[in-house]
């Protein structure tokens, strides 16, 4: 982030108004484009009103909206700016009002993570990397808790609690309260969206699973798992633990069921976070706002509403983007920390982006982590004898257990060779009852599945054609069971035809995922750990000490690929 390059010298002074809350209701996905108007954020003149105070000029800038026909779904008064609905007429005339400094259009943002979005070269089933890896898992504590010397802290007391009372705000696609690994102790929870029966953090609202995950990472309490039928194979029955457990956890609800948001529900979600400090009339001392989200558009209002909530205190922490490219906002804006990803021999993730907007990373491949009770897939697989190791189920493949022949599925219509079953209409009555064995290769997971599945087949084995685990998603709902195997499990068993096999995906409550979304709450647990044991650190003096004793990475000193490297909250707080 910025600070890292230009506010590292000084505390910025307090000098925007207290008042954050936004004075219309607020709306945060952006509004259907169906009566000829469009989603728009207007930033007034900051000085434009003079000495009027904030709630006067609030009212002059919404009648400004209206008398150019807009409808304001959010205002910001302290910095100047709403969220609109506006015709292309009105934004004409809107841009040619003094008062008015720019009109842009409401970007979107997504989560950032996911099941194996990269190159994955360590996650084999066991719960541990791999044994080259320079961290693993042990027990509760997952390799990234490792990495980051969570037990130590924990040893030690270093847990997030503190009679200063320091809270992590995540903002995300929601969380499954019931979740034994928060054991209902989740302090605060508002949906964003505006989407309807989302708003209960003990009812269904996690659609997509992401905000769990996220959540889990700073906060899944030590002991408190769902048990051994619940975990993925060789987790420890009771499930994983965080990075601050001791923190207080707040999740607003700002990416909807797909997984996406607009910036004004966003900008809502960062207002209600800063709204938890005492200065603002919460009961937080000190506040991490941690946002594993990027991509669209930069934007003048996101830069002014971060560059707020930053003067008031919170730190705020985000997802750089996975697309292997710049980084993407809000990690991209002055007063944001950008997070890049690592995995586990602390090599930079391929799908992790890159820039000098880059501060810190964290770990973020094969993340394991709590997601909503009963939704996350648990796979295992064998054939000719073998028990596969690092075999991953599809998504909407079905929970169940097959055991049977395995056939090689074939080349499809011929404009695929080496067993990818390629082809729309392909065919093969030979799978009807058994296991098809699959290629992974030129045409998509869902197309091989489908042809599989019209063909009787019973169960779908796809393995890798390059080195690591295979993952994938898949569209469709199936009724039999899909799984990913390693390229050399599968072209060892291809030679071993005619043979039998078993194919079993069942139901669990954690998953591996991938991402700087995963990256991102390590790195924000970690300051609000370091926070609470120094608790008189300003926002700027926290990021200060987290990237001096960062664990340097890469190039010597700060670099576009991991920043100043690894956050390290133990060195952070002992010097060691």
């Known amino acids: 982030m910025s600070y890292t390059r230009s506010l590292l010298a000084a505390t910025l002074a307090l000098t925007l108004a207290a008042c954050g809350q936004q004075t219309a209701s607020p709306t945060a996905s952006a509004p259907a484009v169906t009566d000829g108007t469009g989603a728009y954020l207007v930033g007034f003149r900051q000085d434009a009103l003079g000495t009027q105070s904030l709630s006067e000029q609030a009212t002059v800038q919404a009648q400004a909206i209206t008398a150019a026909g807009g409808i304001v779904t959010s205002q910001w008064a302290d910095i100047s700016a709403a969220a609109v609905k506006l015709s292309p007429a009105a934004v004409t005339k809107l841009r040619a009002n003094p008062l008015v400094e720019y009109v842009e259009q409401e970007a979107v943002h997504k989560a950032l ?10 996650k084999p089933a066991s719960g541990v990397i791999t044994t080259q890896a320079l961290y693993s898992a042990s027990g509760e504590y997952t390799w990234g808790d490792n990495a980051l010397r969570v037990p130590a802290l924990q040893a030690a007391g270093y847990t997030g609690a503190a009679t200063t009372k320091v809270a992590v705000c995540v903002l995300d696609t929601g969380i499954d309260g019931n979740h034994p690994e928060f054991q209902r102790k989740l302090k605060g929870f508002r949906n964003f969206t505006g989407e309807a029966n989302r708003g209960d953090a003990y009812a269904l609202n996690d659609v997509s699973h992401h905000g769990t995950h996220v959540a889990g990472t700073v906060f899944a309490q030590y002991g408190a798992g769902t048990g051994a039928a619940g ?26 069921d797909t997984g996406s948001g607009s910036s004004s529900g966003i900008i809502n979600g960062v207002n209600w976070c800063v709204a938890q400090l005492k200065s ?3 009961t937080e001392d ?6 594993s989200l990027g991509g669209g558009s930069k934007s003048q209002t996101e830069q002014r509403a971060y560059t707020a909530a930053y003067n008031k205190g919170a730190l705020i922490i985000a997802a750089t983007g996975n697309d292997g490219a710049a980084v993407s906002y809000p990690a991209a804006y002055t007063s944001v920390v950008g997070v890049a990803a690592v995995d586990s021999n602390l090599a930079k993730a391929d799908f992790s982006n890159f820039g000098t907007q880059v501060d810190l990373s964290g770990p973020g491949v094969a993340v394991l982590s709590s997601v909503p009770l009963g939704q996350g897939a648990a796979a295992s697989a064998s054939g000719g004898g ?25 080349d499809g219509n011929g404009t695929a060779g080496g067993n990818q079953f390629c082809g729309t209409s392909t065919r093969n009555t030979a799978l009807a009852g058994t296991i098809a064995l699959i290629s992974r290769g030129t045409c998509t997971f869902e197309e091989k599945v489908a042809n599989a599945s019209a063909s009787g087949a019973k169960a779908v084995m796809i393995y890798n054609n390059a080195a690591g685990p295979l993952g994938m998603s898949l569209t469709n709902t199936y009724a039999i069971p899909v799984v990913g195997i390693l390229q050399t499990d599968g072209q060892t068993l291809l030679g071993q035809l005619p043979t039998t096999g078993t194919v079993a995906v069942t139901s669990a409550d954690y998953e591996y995922f991938d991402g700087t979304s995963m990256a991102t709450p390590h790195v924000s647990a970690a300051a609000a750990v370091v926070w609470a044991a120094k608790p008189t650190l300003t926002n700027t003096q ?3 000490l987290l990237t001096s004793t960062a664990k340097d990475l890469g190039t010597v000193g700060r670099d576009n690929n991991f920043g100043y490297g690894l956050v390290d909250p133990y060195k952070a707080i002992t010097g060691n």
């Open 113 to 122: 993570g996911g099941k194996h979005i990269g190159t994955v070269t360590a």
């Open 231 to 256: 975990v993925q194979p060789g987790m420890n029955a009771n499930g994983v633990g965080g990075v601050a457990t001791g923190a207080d956890l707040y999740m607003g609800r700002v990416l909807g």
């Open 280 to 282: 603002q009339g919460g």
């Open 286 to 291: 000190r506040v991490v706002v941690s946002m």
């Open 386 to 410: 073998v028990t596969f190791t690092d075999v991953t189920g599809a998504d909407n493949s079905a929970k169940v257990t097959f055991s049977g022949s395995v056939v090689k599925a074939g």
């Open 542 to 544: 926290l990021l200060n």
